[in-house]
C-alpha cells in the first residue's frame, strides 16, 4: 500500500471519547471555537445534519458492531450450497432494517439476488454493490471458531474482529448499512438516493448476478446512478488509501484428468506397481498444465493469449509511474511472506506486472491418496484448478476458447475443461463524478489517496462496467482489514493508530462521500 496520506484527524482512534468527536465535529463545522450553541447557528444546514449523524453513529457503535457478529454467525457458502435462501432473506432484513424503503428477492438460475431502492427524491443516485456470500473455512486452521466474531487485540493495530467474512465483504457492508441507519436515527435526510443489488455467489464467480441486473426495472434504476461502488475497508496499516481505476477479470477452471474419459491409464485406483505397464491420468495432467506457461513456469504459453491485451494508456502509465514510488515495497513484501520479486525483478518492474498482465495460476491440485504415510496407487483421476486473471480487452470466453484450443492442439483434448465461474475485466474514468467524489470524500478525513490503475483482484464490476450500462464503478470505504479467503480474517473495530479508522471512522466515510457526491 503506498504511505502517502496527511493527518486523519483521529478518526478510529480509540483514545478518543464518542463525546470529545462528536463536539469535535460541530465546532470544526462551524469554524469557531465559541461554544455549540453559536456553531449551530452559524454551520450551514448540511453540515450541521453530519454532525448530528457523526454523533449517532458514535452513539450506535455497540449495536454497529453487534450487526457484524451476527451476520459473521450465519455464512451463506455457495460452493457449499449453504444457508440458501436464509442468506438472501437475511440480506433483505438487514437492507429494510438500514431504511431502504423497497426491498424484494430475485430469483435467479442459481442462488437469489437482493434488490432495494431507497428515494429520497434527490437529483443524484449511487448504485452499491453488495454480496452475501462467503468462502469456505476450516475451523481447525483458526485461532477462534470463525463463526463467533470474536474481538481480540492485535498488536500494532488495534481490536479486530476475527470471523469469515469480516473483511470480505461483511464489515465493510456493515459500516455502510450503519451509515444508513445513523440517518435514520438522527431524523436527517439522505442527500443521495441509492439503489442496492446484492448476490450469493461472487465466491464461485458470479455466474448469475447478471440475470439480476439485466431485469428491466434494476436495468432503468441503475442507468440513473453516477456509478456504482463496493464497500471495501480500504486502508492499509499506515493508514493509506488506493483507488482503483478497474480491476483484472478472472476465469476460474476446473482441469480433469481421467482415465475414463482419457482412454488410457485405469478406470479405477490400482496398485502403483502397476505403472510399469499403465499410463498414469495424474502425470497426464501435470504434463498438460506444463504446457499452458513458458519454460519459466510463470509467463502464459497458450496460444493467441496475449492478442488481445491493450497496453496501459499513455494516462494510465502516468498513474502507475506517479504512485510506485509511494508503495512501500519493504511493507508489501512481510504482508506476503515473500523474499523476491519474480525472475528478481525490480518493485517498479513487479508492480507494473501486477498491473498491466495476465496470468495463469494453479489454485490446487488434487489426485490419488494424500493421507499419512503411503498408500501405493497409481489413481485414476486427478483434479486441477485453475483461474486466469484478465486485462482489456481480454474477454472471458474468448480466453477459455483458447485453453480449451490449446490443450487439444498439444495432445491433451481429453482433459475436462469445465469453467466454474468468471467474469470480464473492468475500467473507470479518473474524471468520473464518482472517482472525483471518492478523492474529495477521502481528503474529507485527512486521507490523500493514491490512484492506482487496476486492481490485481477481480469482482464482477463489469456487469456495471459495460454494456448496456457502461457506468463507473470500484471500491470504496475507510477501514482496515485483512486475511480474506484465510484463516483469521478479521476486520478493525478500533483502531490504536490515528491514521487507520476503525468502524465508526469507517462508517462516517459513506456519510462523507453521500455528501461529496450530492455536491
Excluded at 381 to 409: F, G, S, Y
Aim: charged content about 20%.
Amino acid at each position: 500500500m503506498p504511505s502517502s496520506y496527511s493527518d486523519a484527524r483521529n478518526h478510529g482512534h480509540p483514545d478518543v471519547s464518542r463525546r470529545d468527536f462528536v463536539q469535535a465535529t460541530v465546532a470544526g463545522a462551524a469554524a469557531v471555537t465559541v461554544g455549540a450553541k453559536v456553531a449551530a447557528a452559524v454551520t450551514p444546514p448540511a453540515m450541521q445534519d453530519q454532525a448530528a449523524v457523526a454523533a449517532q453513529i458514535a452513539k450506535q457503535h455497540d449495536a454497529t458492531v453487534k450487526m457484524l457478529r451476527d451476520w459473521i454467525a450465519l455464512p451463506s457458502i455457495a460452493a457449499e450450497n449453504r444457508n440458501y435462501p436464509a442468506g438472501a432473506d437475511y440480506m433483505a432484513k438487514l437492507a429494510k432494517d438500514a431504511g431502504f424503503t423497497k426491498v424484494e428477492l430475485v430469483p435467479t438460475k442459481g442462488k437469489p439476488g437482493v434488490y432495494a431502492t431507497l428515494d429520497v427524491g434527490a437529483p443524484v443516485s449511487l448504485g452499491i454493490y453488495f454480496m452475501y456470500d462467503v468462502k469456505q473455512f476450516d475451523p481447525a486452521e483458526w485461532s477462534s471458531p470463525p463463526l463467533e466474531g470474536r474481538i481480540v487485540d492485535k498488536p500494532g493495530v488495534g481490536k479486530i474482529l476475527v470471523g469469515r467474512g469480516a473483511t470480505n465483504t461483511k464489515g465493510p457492508q456493515t459500516a455502510l448499512l450503519a451509515a444508513l441507519q445513523a440517518f435514520k436515527a438522527a431524523g436527517k435526510k439522505l442527500p443521495v438516493n441509492l439503489v442496492l443489488v446484492c448476490e450469493g455467489e461472487e465466491e464461485i464467480g458470479s455466474p448469475n448476478f447478471p440475470q439480476v441486473v439485466q431485469r428491466a426495472d434494476i436495468q432503468a434504476a441503475l442507468k440513473k446512478c453516477v456509478g456504482v461502488i463496493i464497500p471495501l475497508g480500504s486502508q492499509g496499516l499506515d493508514g493509506s488509501v488506493e483507488i482503483n481505476l478497474g480491476a483484472k477479470g478472472i476465469v476460474e477452471l476446473e482441469l480433469v484428468s481421467s482415465g475414463e474419459k482419457w482412454g488410457r491409464g485405469p478406470s479405477k485406483d490400482v496398485h502403483s506397481s502397476l505403472f510399469a505397464q499403465l499410463d498414469s491420468p495424474a502425470w497426464h495432467l501435470v504434463q498438460a498444465l506444463n504446457t499452458l506457461v513458458e519454460k519459466d513456469g510463470h509467463t502464459p504459453a497458450v496460444e493467441g493469449f496475449f492478442e488481445k491485451v491493450r497496453p496501459l494508456s499513455p494516462q494510465l502509465k502516468k498513474i502507475l509511474e506517479d504512485a510506485i514510488p509511494k508503495r512501500n515495497e519493504a511493507g508489501t513484501k512481510k504482508a506476503l511472506g515473500v523474499q523476491h520479486w519474480f525472475k528478481d525483478e525490480s518493485f517498479h518492474d513487479a508492480e507494473l506486472r501486477l498491473v498491466s498482465q495476465p496470468t495463469i495460476n494453479i489454485e490446487g491440485l488434487v489426485g490419488g491418496y494424500t493421507g499419512p504415510g503411503g498408500k501405493t496407487i497409481l489413481p485414476h483421476k486427478a483434479v486441477a484448478k485453475i483461474d486466469m486473471r484478465l486485462v482489456p480487452d481480454m474477454t472471458a470466453m474468448d480466453t477459455l476458447a483458447k485453453v480449451k484450443a490449446h490443450l487439444a492442439k498439444h495432445g491433451f483434448g481429453d482433459i475436462e475443461v469445465n469453467m466454474t465461474g468468471g467474469y470480464d475485466p473492468t475500467e473507470t474514468d479518473p474524471a468520473s463524478k464518482l472517482i472525483q467524489a471518492q478523492i474529495a470524500a477521502y481528503r474529507k478525513a485527512g486521507v490523500e489517496p493514491l490512484l492506482w490503475p487496476r486492481l490485481a483482484g477481480s469482482w464482477p464490476g463489469v456487469t456495471f462496467t459495460g454494456s448496456p450500462l457502461k457506468l463507473p464503478a470500484g471500491q470504496y470505504g475507510l477501514g482496515h482489514g485483512d486475511g480474506a479467503h484465510a484463516p483469521d480474517e478479521y476486520f478493525l473495530i478500533e483502531s490504536s493508530n490515528p491514521k487507520v479508522a476503525g468502524m465508526d471512522g469507517a462508517v462516517r466515510s459513506y456519510v462523507d462521500l453521500f455528501y461529496a457526491l450530492a455536491g
